[in-house]
Nanobody, 121 residues
Framework: QVQLVESGGGLVQAGDSLRLSCAAS?????MGWFRQAPGKEREFVAA????????TYADSVKGRFTISRDNAKNTVYLQMSSLKPEDTAVYYC?????????????????WGQGTQVTVSS
């Protein structure tokens, strides 16, 4: 069984930066970040393969967000820059058994509890 714990969320102003962390216990494969705003469906943000060599991003965050991982610490990060009010959401990390990329929620069986990110204008 894998457990994931996110941290690093908070209230920031537009244009600020924030780094989210997701600490895992247990074996992880490919990992991803998703987010869910009130009244909206959970959407893909970024994903990284097990080795960390390959990443992919949603168009809405490309060039502003960076996903990375430290397998020695069993932790994945999401560095967010140039934040916008529309980035406001609960951010979730997730992991899957396969080592490759996954961009859809159903590809991930293990999820964290989420961390709130609020960006004020």
């Amino acid at each position: 069984q894998v457990q994931l714990v996110e941290s690093g969320g908070g209230l920031v102003q537009a244009g600020d930066s924030l780094r989210l962390s997701c600490a895992a216990s247990g074996r992880t494969g490919g990992m991803g970040w998703f987010r869910q705003a009130p009244g909206k469906e959970r959407e893909f943000v970024a994903a990284i393969i097990w080795s960390g060599d390959i990443t992919t991003y949603a168009d809405s965050v490309k060039g502003r967000f960076t996903i990375s991982r430290d397998n020695a610490k069993n932790t994945v990060y999401l560095q967010m820059s140039s934040l916008k009010p529309e980035d406001t959401a609960v951010y979730y990390c997730a992991t899957r058994s396969g080592r490759g990329l996954g961009t859809r929620p159903y590809e991930y069986p293990y999820w964290g509890q989420g961390t709130q990110v609020t960006v004020s204008s």
